[in-house]
């Protein structure tokens, strides 16, 4: 069994864009009186702002654990997917910049009834595509042609 978190300097961003959100909505609603509907407004984006936050945070603390049975996401809401109940596999890519240089993959799981997503900011992110991947392959999953090209990019597959 292996287990993998994400490491508190890879969630930075996600804490500053959460904490810049906080204060741009939370401050005019405290300090300016504003009409309802404008209030209301800013309340909702602070809620939304909040909950960014909190599931940054709940990313942090929480661990996932890959083993020959399945995943599990710890931490917050506990969710598993026995390999043996996987359904869709999907790995993409999200390019940060223009150039397509800088940005992240994110890996998506479903099966059981649930749904799991994991970013390739966490620790040895290979380590649980790979697991996938093999999983993918042993249930005889059929993966789109970008999943397949990004697996070869982190060379879990060949081209």
Known sequence: MTRHRYPPSALLGDYARAALGLALTLLPLLLVAMPPVAAAIFALLALLFALFALSTL???LGTVAVDERGIEVEGGWR?????QQLRRARLRWF???RDRRAGYMQLVL???GR???IDS???DFDTIAAAAARAAEARGLAL???TRA??????????
Request: hydrophobic share 50%; charged share 25%.
């Open 150 to 159: 990004n697996l070869a990019a982190l060379g879990i597959i060949g081209d």
């Open 121 to 123: 900011r966490i620790a």
């Open 144 to 146: 789109s042609e970008a």
């Open 79 to 83: 969710r598993r997917i026995d390999w």
């Open 95 to 97: 390019a940060a910049r």
């Open 110 to 112: 479903a099966g059981g």
């Open 58 to 60: 709940m990313r942090q």
């Open 115 to 117: 749904r799991i997503a």
